[in-house]
Every structure is written in C-alpha cells, then in structure tokens.
C-alpha cells in the first residue's frame, strides 16, 4: 500500500471546486473618492477608475478561460449572483 491509496481509497481522485468573483460598474460615481485616484471635477468621467474597475472583465476572466482551456478542464457555465439568490441564475452563452 503507497501513501496515496491510504489517503485515497481505492485510487480515488479528490474534486476541487474554484470560484471567482469579479465586481463589475461598482466604481463611484464622478467626483467621489476611489481606491487608486484622488476625486476629479463632477460631471468629468474618472478613466482611472473605470479602468480599475474594468480590469478583471477584460483580462482576468479571459486568462482564467484560457488557462483551464491549456489545462483540459472543463468549465460550468458563468452565473450570475444576486442578493437573495443563493442558487446564482446561469448566464446564457452566445452561439
């Protein structure tokens, strides 16, 4: 018996479970203080901080996406969370 098959019975294969939570137009409104710029004239859009904001849309969730791709893992489709729903809706895919 190896050290594996005690930890593991009969060749059993442990099941990981990943989650990642992105916030998307969270960012405050023109004028308020954000986590990264000091606040800008009202009325005046804060680039800074809507690409903060933007970054995890754009690039995070692309190199998640690639990245189980190159490792042959399958993905469950994206849900959508709200308050009240903990269930989570599914995301319809494009075709």
Known sequence: MTTADAFWPE????AFS????FEAGGQPISGAPGP????ILPGFPDLGQN???EYGAREGIPRLLDLAHRLHQ???PPR??????????????PH
């Open 11 to 14: 060749g059993a294969r442990p």
């Open 51 to 53: 690409s903060f904001y």
């Open 18 to 21: 990943i989650t990642v939570q």
């Open 80 to 93: 959508r969370q709200h308050p009240g729903d903990p269930a989570g809706t599914r995301v319809p895919l």
């Open 74 to 76: 399958p993905l469950d």
């Open 36 to 39: 990264i710029s000091e606040p």
